[in-house]
């Protein structure tokens, strides 16, 4: 099945004082690497952001959100809906690990088990940055919870069918556990760096 997969780059970066999606990251802009590691699997590939002309350079389509000021669930909502696949994988541009190969495998538990979304969950709770999602049900759920008042990226998720992948199950994907990394601070740029570094040598 071709899938969809929304790189979202509408974060504020409060943390990192800058734009995530265009700190230098192995010689490159990190969405850049994050847009590279997923491109072998994509039929298309988009750009959510608020400041598109940011993004140029990746030239990719780029779509502003859809309802500014609700967040990552907005952000949501605009790659649902600018999606032309029935399947969409959507992905946080400041993971520098993200892995097709788990993606991959999301999109045939989804397709299997005839599920809507099937998203990974971590120490830290729910991966819905790093998940697939069934276009049409998922955006009707969202706009739903919207609708309702709701700004929690998850607040929806008992309104579909849900696959939860646990640990033990996307563990053999990410043996380093970095898969779900995220840099929010110099610190972690730092860190995720040295690993990236080490990974080549």
């Not at 997969?5 to 010689?27: C, H, I, T, Y």
């Not at 971590?122 to 819905?128: D, H, K, M, Q």
């Not at 640990?167 to 840099?183: A, K, L």
Request: proline share 7%; charged share 20%; net charge negative.
């Amino acid at each position: 099945m071709k899938l969809t997969v929304v790189v979202q780059a509408g974060g504020e970066s409060r943390r990192m004082g800058k734009n995530k999606a265009l700190l230098p990251f192995m010689g490159q802009p990190l969405i850049e690497r994050v847009v590279e590691r997923v491109k072998p699997i994509a039929g298309e590939v988009l750009i959510t952001a608020n400041q598109p002309a940011d993004y140029d350079f990746l030239n990719l389509p780029i779509y502003p959100d859809i309802l500014p000021g609700y967040g990552a669930l907005g952000g949501l909502l605009t790659a649902l809906s600018v999606s032309n696949s029935p399947v969409t994988a959507v992905l946080a541009c400041d993971m520098p690990f993200v892995s097709a190969e788990l993606l991959v495998y999301q999109l045939q538990v989804l397709e299997q088990g005839n599920w809507d979304a099937v998203v990974p969950r971590g120490e830290g709770g729910y991966e819905p940055l790093h998940a697939v999602y069934r276009t049409q049900t998922c955006k009707q759920a969202v706009e739903l919870a919207i609708q309702m008042g709701e700004r929690k990226m998850i607040a929806w998720f008992p309104k579909v069918r849900l696959y939860t992948i646990e640990q033990t199950e996307w563990e053999p994907f990410d043996p380093q556990g970095r898969i779900f990394w995220n840099i929010n601070t110099p610190q972690e740029l730092t860190r995720a760096e040295a690993a990236a570094q080490a990974e080549m040598e």
